[in-house]
């Protein structure tokens, strides 16, 4: 029985026709889907986004300044695959598909310091602009395949580092913090 998203991207043409549209196998889904956040039921993005947050929070070795950048870009290459097979499976860019919030997410925390309130804000201003596609993501975002679908996010996460780069080099987080 199909997850209720999955039948959210079927083509009209092939439910009306009585076609069953083929299974994506189960390892293109599972990181497709950053391991299955892209079949939450509400705000997959958001889900696949907090699943990166967590793991690069509680995985010591996975913040370090070398791992976070390569497992990045070795994510987004093996992402731009897997997004191209569920796109032709599902649609263009469909929700099922959160790899790309899991690489934006890890983008956007690359070349910080490991705080939780830098993690945090990042999370923040990375779901803001993943949502609100700024110039030039909404354009990448409208493209076909694996690659536009990884495009925008990325886009985002460097909208997200750039922010807090500038935040963190006039010490608005160590301001914050002696506030609180």
Avoid at 48 to 67: D, G, M, Q, T
Avoid at 103 to 121: H, I, K, R, T
């Amino acid at each position: 029985m199909p997850l209720p998203s999955e039948s959210a991207g079927q083509n009209n043409t092939d439910a009306a026709a009585g076609m069953a549209r083929p299974e994506v196998p189960l390892t293109i889904k599972l990181i497709g889907s950053g391991f299955l956040t892209g079949y939450s039921p509400v705000a997959s993005g958001t889900a696949a986004s907090a699943l990166a947050l967590a793991l690069y929070l509680a995985v010591p070795w996975f913040s370090h300044p070398i791992v976070l950048p390569i497992v990045s870009v070795v994510t987004f290459m093996i992402g731009v695959r897997v997004a191209g097979i569920m796109e032709r499976m599902y649609g263009h860019d469909p929700a099922e598909v959160t790899i790309d919030e899991v690489v934006g997410m890890w983008l956007s925390l690359v070349a910080l310091p490991v705080d939780l309130l830098v993690a945090v804000s990042a999370f923040f201003l990375f779901r803001f602009f993943d949502i609100v596609k700024p110039f030039p993501a909404r354009r990448l975002d409208s493209m076909h395949g694996g690659l536009g679908i990884m495009l925008d996010d990325v886009i985002a996460a460097a909208y997200t580092n750039m922010i807090l780069q500038i935040l963190i080099a006039f010490s608005f987080f160590d301001i914050v913090r002696t506030i609180l």
